[in-house]
């Protein structure tokens, strides 16, 4: 089974950016990917996907349209999440995964924290 590493977070202060990326171990390009992420007390939540292949097709949460953009690198097995705006209510563990009900094991996720 592919497994996924994800980095790139960190503490940013409200306005600034980051960019994720999630590594899988072997290819990923016929699959829809997705972000999630999961903050302290409450249920992990879907963020945005992408669709396989060339990843023509993508989508996102109300919460971070028009500021996170998800996009893919095939040959590189990655998936990445560019966040700019973040907000406080952004924090959160931030996950990649295939799609319900295609769901893999999970990763170790990368830990995003807004805050001045």
Known sequence: QV????????????????????????SISMYTMGWYRQAPGKEREWVARISSGSGRS????????????????NA???????MNSLKPEDTAVYYCNRQPPYIITWGQGTQVTVSS
């Open 3 to 26: 497994q996924l590493v994800e980095s790139g977070g960190g503490l940013v202060q409200p306005g600034g950016s980051l960019r994720l990326s999630c590594a899988a171990s072997g």
């Open 76 to 82: 590189k097995n990655t998936v990445y999440l560019q």
């Open 58 to 73: 993508t989508d996102y949460a109300d919460s971070v349209k028009g500021r996170f953009t998800i996009s893919r690198d």
